[in-house]
């Protein structure tokens, strides 16, 4: 029998549940959908905000000067830019964090030992770092900001949060290549390896214990991602070009990403290794499903993903469209991705 202290217990929580997703939601609501650009119609080039649901550039401000800006990430859910700069040549790289739209700039992290970029974790709270100091390859960290705590996890590369912001997947060189898949945990602060063998490439599907990787094996029999199942311990081929996962012909596939949320993704590919005249780009669903192909022309020199089902690519002008190629795009003349300057 359940008893009825017991159900109105599970109905307020319930209750409470969906008045947070409520508030967070008309939070979201308060705040414009878009991604930061650097505006070239500037004699020198700035930041600028490009509103997705205006199609306008915004001009953004910001109260203190800086000579060098690196990563710009909008945290629409709370209303809240955090960018990483440099004041002047001399000074360090900082991480900012600035209140929508004109809140003063709070430093929340800095390292004097070089530039660095990051990825804010879905819930905002932590920053994955990638530090390129004096090593050969990039010291990741994690820092949560908050508490001003950062968690090193050695050299490495390509990390990426999952969804719900409690792991970090990323490839860990323990001193020279190979690198090895690695996963940490944010409420445990700890690291564990993953796979006994290499791995050239891995993000995360929609659901963490899905990842679509390439170990070194793989690649070196067939160029392709694959997804494993990390309870079934299986893995088949995530998204192959002929429709026919049996089929013997390999294409080369390159440079994995997903967009916020890891409903869609995206990745190069060409007929080989060795030719990427042909090179083009695929976006799939988290099954590897394909929604359309771009051309060369069409994403040269780049494309990233700026929101859960938007993509914008090119440079100067960009071009804004969905993930699943509906709806046609929208130009963006005089704008391009922020670029970091030596």
């Known amino acids: 029998m359940i008893h009825g202290s017991y159900v109105k217990r599970g109905s307020l929580a319930l209750l409470l549940l969906f008045i947070i997703f409520l508030i967070s939601a008309v939070r979201a609501a308060d705040f414009p959908r878009g991604f930061f650009i650097e505006d070239l119609r500037q004699r020198a080039p700035v930041p ?3 509103n997705l649901e205006t199609h306008h550039i915004d001009s953004f ?3 203190q000067p800086y000579v060098h800006f690196i ?6 859910e709370q209303g809240r830019v955090f960018f990483s700069a440099q ?3 001399k000074e360090p790289y900082r991480v900012y964090i600035k209140a929508w739209p004109d809140g003063e700039e709070k430093v929340i992290y800095e390292n004097p030992l070089g530039p ?3 990825l804010l974790s879905p819930d905002g709270r932590e920053l994955a770092l990638q530090v390129m100091g004096p090593s050969a390859w990039p010291i990741l960290a994690v820092h949560d900001w908050e508490k001003s705590h950062t968690t090193l996890l050695g050299q490495g590369f390509s990390p990426d949060w999952s969804v719900d912001g409690k792991k970090l997947l990323f490839l860990k060189i323990p001193e020279s290549l190979p690198s090895w898949l690695a996963e940490y945990e944010v409420a445990s602060d700890t690291t564990t390896l993953l796979l006994n063998e290499p791995v050239a490439e891995a993000v995360y599907a929609d659901d963490p214990n899905l990842i679509i990787l390439k170990t070194a094996k793989q690649s070196k029999t067939c160029d392709e991602f694959q997804l494993w199942d990390r309870r ?3 893995f088949v081929p995530f998204s192959v070009s002929h429709g026919d996962k049996n089929t013997k012909h390999c294409t080369s596939q390159r440079e994995i990403n ?4 890891h409903q869609f993704l995206y990745f190069k590919e060409s007929p080989s290794a060795t030719d990427v005249t042909e090179q ?5 669903d988290a099954g590897g499903g394909r929604l359309q192909t771009l051309s060369r022309d069409d994403w040269d020199p780049g494309a990233t993903a700026v929101e859960t089902a938007t993509l914008a690519i090119g440079e100067d002008p960009l071009y804004v469209m969905s993930a699943d190629g509906t709806g046609g795009s929208v130009e963006v003349p005089k704008a391009r991705f922020v670029r970091y300057q030596q």
């Not at 990563?71 to 629409?76: E, I, Q, T, V």
């Not at 997903?258 to 949320?261: E, L, N, Q, R």
């Not at 083009?280 to 799939?284: A, P």
Request: proline share 7%; glycine share 6%.
């Open 232 to 234: 079934r311990g299986t």
């Open 116 to 118: 660095f970029r990051f």
């Open 258 to 261: 997903a967009f916020p949320g």
């Open 71 to 76: 990563d710009l990430a909008w945290d629409r």
């Open 87 to 89: 004041r002047t040549p």
């Open 61 to 63: 401000t910001f109260h």
């Open 48 to 50: 600028a905000f490009y």
């Open 280 to 284: 083009t780009m695929v976006i799939s």
